[in-house]
Nanobody, 127 residues
Framework: QVRLVESGGGLVQAGDSLRLSCAAS????????MGWFRQAPGKERELAAV???????DYGDSAKGRFTISADNAKNTVFLQMNRLQPEDTAVYYC?????????????????????WGQGTQVTVSS
């Protein structure tokens, strides 16, 4: 049984940092692209960052320059370091795993192509 368990969310002030973690089990970690998506109330789920097959990294527009994704393959864990957080970053953050190999960004950012999801962790940024 595949499980993705997120942790590290919370309530912070604008300008603060948070580090999210996602521990994966029940899958062969190296075979999957591991990503972070987020969903704010009333909005669609959007890509924050992904570590793709081969180790390449992609970021959503809102994350570029502030967020960094990394992975510890030995511990089957992926991290999202979020710096200079702003109120518009408030959302539920989901960890996701994708088996399919993507050749373009449209594929990478499509949540329907991800096979497994965590339960989500809430990040709230106050102004």
């Amino acid at each position: 049984q595949v499980r993705l368990v997120e942790s590290g969310g919370g309530l912070v002030q604008a300008g603060d940092s948070l580090r999210l973690s996602c521990a994966a089990s029940g899958l062969t970690f190296s075979q999957y692209a591991m990503g972070w998506f987020r969903q704010a109330p009333g909005k669609e789920r959007e890509l924050a960052a992904v570590v793709d097959h081969g180790g390449t990294r992609d970021y959503g527009d809102s994350a570029k320059g502030r967020f960094t994704i990394s992975a510890d393959n030995a511990k089957n864990t992926v991290f999202l370091q979020m710096n200079r957080l702003q109120p518009e970053d408030t959302a539920v953050y989901y960890c996701a795993a994708r088996l399919r190999i993507c050749l373009d960004y449209q594929c990478v950012k499509n949540p329907s192509l991800y096979n497994y999801w965590g339960q989500g962790t809430q990040v709230t940024v106050s102004s």
